[in-house]
């Protein structure tokens, strides 16, 4: 059967679609190919998402405790810094420098959070910027609407791929490809390590009340879900709620409460007025906790040259009148 006509096949696109969990590059069709389909969700792409989601309910059997608690509350924000600070920051938009064994780190680090592979989050994120809130924007909520752009765009197979050619610079690392192509292998190693990682802390120390399944639940399904709607909300929230600053041309808007939950990606307008420097939170009341632990890795030496913001982010005559009057 050619591979035209396969994907047009249900039964073969459905087995495609499987085979895709484990490696995302399997079969994968031209990227402005999938792109000039129409947007649609797949089912079976939301079969991860309802697992995802469905096994928070475990908490109705495994309880809770507060080292559980605690624990997936700190690798909500060890793994929203990575997100930020790796995946956005560094992979999307190389506002500092790196090695090349830092990188690795890094993309390791960020596959921990469950959303795909750094090169396909880089490649789908610059795309965004370069098309923000327009057309062909796959999740802007102007164009398809506000479930869409926070979830939905992620179900329909024309967003799945990585074009690679997009992203030569990262694609050059076969390493990163690697983790790329295979990005449910973290997550597994993730999964599995948090239960065994919870079987000892229960038995050495039982009165903190934990287990194995426990921590199961309450780190990689509860922590790992709302690190995603965490995430999700700037794509969605962040260009419906809050204040402009500058006129980017798009919907993108500032939020405090935004930038709390996502370690300071709520600056989502200045960030899309100068999206190249590593600084988001461009003045000192606006908190960036992304950029303060950049900082500080910077004087470990793990990472060096971050972009300053420009100084024209500042000209009062650049900001719209509310903010300047602000």
Not at 86 to 97: A, L, N
Request: aromatic share 18%; net charge positive.
């Amino acid at each position: 059967m050619s591979e035209s006509a396969a994907s047009t096949n249900p039964l073969s696109r459905s087995l495609t679609l499987l085979i895709n969990w484990f490696d995302s590059d399997f079969r994968s069709e031209d990227p402005a190919v999938l792109r000039a389909r129409p947007d649609k969700i797949e089912w079976v792409r939301c079969v991860p998402f309802a697992i995802l989601h469905a096994g928070c309910l475990g908490v109705i059997w495994t309880g809770w405790s507060w080292f559980a608690v605690g624990f997936a509350i700190f690798l909500y924000f060890a793994r929203m810094f990575a997100v930020t600070g790796f995946f956005h920051r560094y992979f999307s938009h190389r506002t500092f420098s790196t090695s090349r064994a830092w990188q690795f780190v890094m993309a390791v680090w960020g596959g921990a959070c469950v959303q795909r592979g750094a090169l396909w989050w880089a490649y789908t994120h610059r795309h965004h910027h370069a098309h923000s809130d327009e057309k062909e924007d796959k999740h802007s909520p102007r164009q398809h609407g506000f479930l869409w752009s926070h979830i939905g765009w992620i179900t329909s197979s024309k967003n799945f791929p990585t074009d690679y050619r997009r992203i030569k610079d990262l694609a050059r690392f076969p390493e990163l490809v690697f983790l790329n192509r295979f990005d449910t292998l973290i997550p597994i190693v993730f999964a599995v390590a948090i239960f065994f990682f919870g079987l000892v802390v229960g038995r050495l120390f039982p009165q903190l009340k934990t287990g194995g399944f426990q921590l199961l639940v309450w780190v990689f399904f509860i922590s790992t879900t709302a690190l995603f709607h965490g995430t999700a909300c700037i794509n969605s929230m962040a260009h419906v709620w809050g204040r402009k600053r500058y006129a980017t041309g798009d919907d993108s808007r500032n939020s405090f409460i935004l930038s709390l939950i996502t370690l300071g990606e709520g600056w989502h307008n200045n960030h899309h007025r100068h999206m190249g420097c590593v600084r988001q939170g461009f003045y000192w009341w606006e908190i960036d906790i992304t950029y303060y632990l950049l900082k500080v890795l910077s004087w470990t030496g793990l990472i060096w040259d971050l972009r300053p913001v420009p100084s024209d982010a500042y000209d009062s005559e650049k900001q719209l009148p509310h903010a300047r009057r602000g």
